[in-house]
């Protein structure tokens, strides 16, 4: 029995990386009947049934250390958000969603300001001060131009799995493209009428940038669910609240309509970011509106 990871999925075939090497696999019987089904970035337990032609069957799914449904993939170590800050115009609620996704999830976040190169307007620093402010890492791209682009990224997916996730053509695909010679995928040009991008990424796929290093793009999106969030727990997914909330006079406190909110009072001293505050009302007024259908 073998130990490997689950690199891609395709029509019920599982595509399970074993020391560099490919298996085609096919899950046993008794995970169609347990109702497992194994996701991109699963470490799985696999039988060798012919080292010739690389095919397997997958005996058990190894515990996951968390997952994410859009896309399907487990045991994310990071997700590095891609927006461009022109071409597609940035919705930073979307940003925000994805974000608060991956706070619930116990994920790191980096954020990615691609076609910096496009902005004369100084828009992409007011995007980059925002997310840094709050902590987060942030990295100001031109995707098609940046000669050290593997130099500036590699530190911060070295050793981590990590899921590279934005709207449709922001330059996902071109990052990928460029730090690794061997990742071949298809870029997509924008939409001139539309002025968002086409979908080009067909299937989920972990691809390895060096040893424990893999990095996924994922299909594009117009938008997010973030209904498996309850409500009052969303607050915890905007981390910048933290540093306020355990002064508010009551510890249900959401930060919304309640009296002695200490973020409320942070959010008037300019402390935290207004438009991220209005996506968190809008998020939480979405969940809430799920909820009550």
């Known amino acids: 029995m073998h130990i490997g990871k689950v690199i891609k999925a395709i029509s019920g075939f599982f595509y399970v990386d074993y020391e560099g090497q490919i298996y085609e696999c096919k899950g046993k019987g008794k995970l169609k009947k347990d109702k497992i089904i194994p996701f991109v970035g699963d470490d799985v337990e696999f039988e060798v049934i012919n080292d010739k032609t690389k095919k397997g069957i997958i005996e058990k799914v190894l515990e996951r250390e968390n997952s994410l449904v859009r896309p399907p993939v487990s045991n ?41 190169d496009l902005d004369d307007t100084g828009e992409y620093e007011k995007f980059y001060n925002r997310y840094k402010n709050v902590g987060y890492e942030v990295f100001k791209l031109s995707a098609t131009s940046d000669n050290d682009l593997k130099e500036k990224l590699m530190p911060i997916l070295k050793g981590k799995t990590s899921v590279f996730s934005g709207p449709s053509g922001v330059g996902k695909s071109t990052i990928l493209n460029t730090l690794h010679k061997d990742i071949e995928m298809e870029t997509g040009e924008i939409s001139e009428k539309l002025k968002r991008g086409k979908h080009t990424t067909r299937h989920v796929e972990l691809f390895s940038l060096d040893k424990d290093t893999f ?58 970011s207004k438009e991220r505050y209005n996506n968190y009302i809008s998020i939480y007024n979405e969940i809430n509106d799920k909820r009550r259908k």
């Open 76 to 116: 994310v170590d990071q997700v590095v958000i891609v927006f461009a800050i022109k071409n597609p115009t940035p919705n930073y609620l979307v940003l925000d969603k994805i974000i608060a996704i991956a706070e619930s999830k116990g994920v790191e976040v980096t954020i990615c300001i691609n076609k910096i």
């Open 215 to 272: 990095v996924l793009d994922t299909p594009g999106f117009t938008s997010l669910e973030v209904y498996d969030i309850d409500k009052e727990d969303l607050r915890y997914s905007f981390v910048e609240f933290l540093d306020y909330s355990d002064e508010c006079k009551y510890s249900t406190c959401i930060h919304i309509s309640e009296p002695n909110c200490k973020v409320k009072e942070a959010l008037e001293e300019n402390k935290i």
